[in-house]
């Protein structure tokens, strides 16, 4: 049963690329303190998706099918990136390397422009989507808020979008509430997920209740004191603001307005010459 | 004097290393890999598995030999 709904009401379910998906946040799969912390917090956040990277093996290094064995007991459908590329050519080579050792032609498409806010380097993104969609991947790009970038991207090829909340490893949430808002009013019908940033999570729920389809983080639950109880805390936060979401959010207003009846008012006359009211 | 029996000087995942090997095939079942769960490339193109030993290697040739790792 639903938790955070006693109607049991199913929540809609995320497609991705016409993958039904039973959860909204993707994990990574890095920086946990053990593998055996890894394999918890994953069955405790019920991401049905988890990123994945390829790195160089030593000479007869058992390093990447160690790490397979333990990722294909979780059951999960795997989302290789290719982090660190810093050109075209690198993200290319990588993304097709990764569908042929990971059996998959999903990519976590990521171009880094700069070491210290490690943001998408959004030019060569757009080039290497383009390149990869036509080769038959199905590209999911790490990107920024940028409406325009947004566009070349799904002129070439994405049906999925990830920007980010913040740089990556930041934990500070969405920087940029506005221009997330914006980018999700302009798509309404396009997977949108929020990659990166992503600290507590609140930041989470919030993502979710501006109706974005999905959050993907790593740090926050890899790197808290207790990485599996962080994991369901997130899970929890995305199922909350995801049916809140759904469940249509009043706006704001600038000033009070009583919740409470006016009507039926103790001592609430008009007219009631002073001296009478009891408030003399 | 050629050089084709002779070990020569490539790059692999960064390292400088000699190899006797003629073609990507036998470099990777001389560094261990053979039946692993690795992919290549070769002067950053990709090289699928099943082009491997038709895959030459030559002097200053720089290959990448990868595999699955955490990843966020």
New interface residues.
């Given amino acids: 049963m639903n938790a955070i709904d006693p109607s049991a009401k199913p929540q809609s379910a995320l497609a991705l690329y016409g993958v039904e998906l039973l959860s909204r946040l993707l994990i990574g799969t890095a920086q946990y303190p053990s593998p055996h912390v890894l394999a918890r917090a994953v069955e405790a956040s019920g991401a049905a998706i988890v990123t994945v990277s390829l790195r160089r093996e030593q000479a007869r290094g058992r390093t990447g099918e160690r790490f397979l064995e333990l990722i294909a007991a979780l059951g999960v459908r795997v989302l290789p990136n290719t982090a660190g590329c810093r050109t075209v050519k690198e993200a290319v080579t990588t993304a097709q390397m990764a569908r042929e050792v990971f059996g998959t032609d999903w990519v976590k498409l990521e171009v880094i422009a700069n070491d210290d806010t490690l943001q998408p380097e959004v030019f060569g993104l757009v080039e290497a989507a383009g390149i990869l969609a036509k080769d038959g991947f199905k590209v999911l790009p790490y990107t920024t808020e940028d409406l325009s970038v947004a566009e070349r991207l799904v002129a070439a090829g994405c049906e999925v979008l990830m920007p980010w909340g913040a740089p990556i490893g930041s934990g500070r949430g969405l920087a940029n509430p506005y221009a997330l808002k914006s980018l999700r009013a302009y798509f309404p019908q396009l997977p949108l997920i929020i990659d990166a940033g992503i600290g507590a999570p609140s930041h989470a729920a919030a993502a979710m209740e501006m109706g974005y389809d999905g959050v993907l983080l790593n740090t926050a639950v890899a790197r808290a004191g207790d990485p599996v109880r962080m994991a369901a805390a997130f899970a929890r936060a995305i199922e909350a603001g995801r049916a809140a979401f759904e469940s249509g959010l009043i706006g704001m207003r600038d000033m009070a307005e009583p919740s409470t009846p006016i009507a039926g008012t103790p001592f609430f006359d008009v007219g009631v010459p002073a001296g009478k009211r009891g408030d003399a | 004097m050629t050089e084709t029996n002779l070990a020569r000087t490539i790059i692999v995942?960064?390292d400088v290393i000699a190899t006797s090997a003629g073609t990507l095939a036998e470099l990777l079942s001389e560094?261990?890999?053979a039946g692993?769960?690795?992919?290549?490339?070769r002067n950053?193109?990709?090289v699928?598995?099943r082009a491997r030993a038709a895959t030459q290697i030559e002097r200053d040739d720089r290959i990448?030999?990868?595999?699955?790792?955490?990843?966020?």
């Fill in positions: 995942n960064g560094l261990g890999h692993r769960r690795v992919a290549t490339a950053g193109d990709f699928p598995e990448e030999i990868v595999s699955p790792r955490h990843g966020g």
